[in-house]
T-cell receptor, first 118, second 114 residues
Framework: DGGITQSPKYLFRKEGQNVTLSCEQNLNHDAMYWYRQDPGQGLRLIYYSQIVNDFQKGDIAEGYSVSREKKESFPLTVTSAQKNPTAFYLC?????????????????FGPGTRLTVT | KNQVEQSPQSLIILEGKNCTLQCNYTVSPFSNLRWYKQDTGRGPVSLTIMTFSENTKSNGRYTATLDADTKQSSLHITASQLSDSASYICVVKGPTSGTYKYIFGTGTRLKVLA
């Protein structure tokens, strides 16, 4: 069953703690992305990776970090430096392309992780 | 400033009725325009992708149109079903300072009533 998975679905953390969100895909896609969704706003790009061992900052990378050691996995760490971490986080993947390229590759999104920091 | 604006913000219709959602963008030039459906608490699912040379694209009861001259797109839903209740997001991929990026609209929240 091919797809993109995120875990956990809900995550609660105390302020000041780092937390890592998981994203795995078995679609053999080269490109992976992390977005943040807040009420009343469009999705905003945090980080993206177009190939293993390489990733680029998106529009709101401050307070976040990522790694891309395997093609299938693109975990996102929300650090204590992120001032307003409570949000719905979406991971996506595509066969190729991504920011910086003219392409029509379809993006497939995971089910999302809702992070609440108190 | 490159922007994507959607209207209406929310819409309520009766099951079986048709509806049209609007997307206006100021991104120019652009690579492609996408429509996504997002159920509450879930990730978006792609409905259509159109390049600047395409005017219409259908996916079942969903039909997207694009007018690149007026920078407008619409998503028409025919014979609505309860399962169409969701947010519909318009996304334009276009250049920003020498690179291409995805610019997301804030979505239209559709509610279909029995």
């Amino acid at each position: 069953d091919g797809g993109i998975t995120q875990s956990p679905k809900y995550l609660f953390r105390k302020e000041g703690q780092n937390v890592t969100l998981s994203c795995e895909q078995n679609l053999n896609h080269d490109a992976m992305y992390w977005y943040r969704q807040d009420p009343g706003q469009g999705l905003r790009l945090i980080y993206y990776s177009q190939i293993v061992n390489d990733f680029q900052k998106g529009d709101i990378a401050e307070g976040y970090s990522v790694s891309r050691e395997k093609k299938e996995s693109f975990p996102l760490t929300v650090t204590s430096a992120q001032k307003n971490p409570t949000a719905f986080y979406l991971c996506a993947s595509s066969m190729g392309g991504g920011p910086g390229q003219v392409d029509s590759y379809e993006q497939y999104f995971g089910p999302g992780t809702r992070l609440t920091v108190t | 400033k490159n922007q994507v604006e959607q209207s209406p913000q929310s819409l309520i219709i009766l099951e079986g009725k048709n509806c049209t959602l609007q997307c206006n963008y100021t991104v120019s030039p652009f690579s492609n325009l996408r429509w996504y459906k997002q159920d509450t608490g879930r990730g978006p699912v792609s409905l259509t992708i159109m390049t600047f040379s395409e005017n219409t694209k259908s996916n079942g009861r969903y039909t997207a149109t694009l007018d690149a001259d007026t920078k407008q797109s619409s998503l028409h839903i025919t014979a609505s079903q309860l399962s169409d209740s969701a947010s519909y997001i318009c996304v334009v991929k276009g250049p920003t300072s020498g690179t291409y990026k995805y610019i997301f609209g804030t979505g239209t929240r559709l509610k279909v009533l029995a």
